[in-house]
């Protein structure tokens, strides 16, 4: 399991930091983001990669668990 | 409706109110532009005195104001601010020039295109050079470091700049200086303008709309969201234009253009080199400072400040093409840009 802290990154950092991550197809990735267009980015490159995403968003902080898909 | 469409949507009615603000009376091609129109405002408020490009946008107002609202309402209001403030300043007053060098930011090189201005193609592929550039350091790990939370009134402080502009616009607009001719005097009535800014704004900042992360999207991922909506924008303005019989194909006698090829794509190598470092084209920095980003207040503020000294110093082009003032800070501006992108990818420190 992989864990990235990418709150208070511009865009497009936190989907860059996701996409390294993606490249070794961990069975499981946290991502920690501040901003809304990085929750959205970061899904839909997850998604698009095989991945579901489950999301728990607490005031302006989001975690996306990406799991990868059987 | 999911993202891809309703970035479409955002980007049509954008094309279509683009155009509609050049037959009320903006500039021709000039529905909006995010460079013209805050070096416009830098010029009413004298922190230069070109006389010809002064008058306080009001679209600026509204995109900003549009911004807030939408974030307010959809609880994604979020002040925060501290990463490298000055350099995205420094960057940001690059940005400014290179596009008074092209003679428009991203959002106006597209309605250029769509009005028949074949000198913004030549400037669209300087752009994507230059968005190639920051994607070369972006996936090498660029970064300007993290942003932290801020107080909520630091966040507010933006808009509510831009409410204080618009009651200085109403109440007392002798304290402002506006054009009586050239650019700074054409403009579509102030509550057309005003109300033009805040539909932008307000759909832009939902739809996360940028024109330089379409391309650079394109570039790193190979995802065409965002893309999208810089293309919807086009051809909508297109369509539009075509019907108010605005379209004129050709490189000559366009309005506010030059035909200098290379300055032209020069100009705009910067401005795609510079928003892929701030993360974010001219209009995305004002929906941002809207969600309470300061250090996208602050990037706007070196946009100010690379008006001022583009008119000040005599950098901004005219009709006949690019100054040799604006000839050296281009080419200053792209060696700078390097040398910053080069030191927060190679040479950073990262902060936790």
Redesign the interface.
């Known amino acids: 399991m992989i864990e990235i802290n990418a709150c208070g990154l511009s865009c497009p950092e936190p989907v860059v930091m996701l996409a390294k991550a993606l490249k070794e197809k961990p069975t499981e990735v946290i991502i920690h983001v501040d901003a809304p267009a990085a929750c959205e980015n970061c899904t839909r490159f997850a998604t698009n990669s095989g991945y579901t995403v489950e999301k728990s968003t607490q005031e302006n902080k989001t975690v996306l668990i990406c799991r990868k898909k059987h | 409706m999911t993202?891809k469409k309703f970035l479409i949507f955002t980007g049509l009615i954008i094309g279509i109110i683009s155009v509609a603000l050049t037959v009320y009376g903006n500039p021709a091609n000039m529905g909006f532009c995010i460079a013209c129109f805050i070096r416009d405002t830098a010029g009413a408020l004298k922190l230069h005195t070109a006389p010809v490009v002064q008058y306080m946008r009001p679209e600026i107002v509204g995109l900003v104001l549009g911004a807030a609202l939408s974030a307010l309402i959809?609880r994604?209001f979020?002040p925060?601010g501290?990463?490298s403030p000055f350099i995205r300043f420094i960057i940001g007053f690059f940005v400014m020039t290179g596009a008074l060098v092209f003679l428009g930011c991203p959002f106006r090189m597209i309605l250029r295109l769509a009005g028949g201005d074949l000198n913004a193609l030549i400037a669209l592929i300087g752009f994507i050079a230059g968005i190639g550039a920051g994607v070369f350091f972006?996936?090498r790990g660029f970064?300007?470091n993290?942003?932290?939370?801020q107080s909520k009134i630091e966040g507010l402080l933006f808009s509510i700049l831009q409410i204080v502009f618009l009651i200085v616009f109403a109440a007392v607009p002798t304290l402002l200086v506006f054009s009586t001719n050239g650019p700074g005097s054409m403009h579509a009535p102030f509550l057309l303008s005003l109300a033009a800014g805040l539909v932008v704004g307000f759909f832009a900042q939902k739809s996360?709309l940028?024109m330089a992360?379409g391309i650079?999207?394109l570039f790193?991922?190979k995802?065409i969201?965002l893309l999208s909506g810089f293309v919807a924008i086009f051809v909508a303005a297109l369509i539009a234009n075509l019907t108010v019989d605005q379209f004129h194909l050709s490189f000559d006698a366009q309005p506010v253009a030059h035909t200098q090829h290379l300055w032209n794509f020069l100009g705009m190598s910067v401005v795609g080199f510079g928003s892929v470092l701030?993360?974010?084209c001219p209009l995305r920095q004002l929906i941002l400072s809207g969600e309470g980003n300061t250090?996208s207040a602050m990037t706007i503020l070196g946009f100010a400040a690379g008006a001022a000294f583009a008119h000040n110093f005599n950098l901004a082009s005219s009709a006949t093409g690019a100054t040799t003032g604006g000839k050296v800070v281009v080419i200053t501006a792209l060696v700078s840009l390097t040398l910053i992108a080069f030191f927060a990818t190679f040479k950073k420190k990262e902060n936790k």
């Not at chain 2, 993290?146 to 939370?149: E, I, V």
Request: aromatic content about 8%; overall charge positive; charged content about 40%.
């Open positions: 993202e959809r994604e979020s925060k501290g990463s972006l996936k970064s300007l993290r942003a932290y939370p996360r940028c992360g650079r999207d790193l991922f995802d969201t701030l993360g974010g250090d």
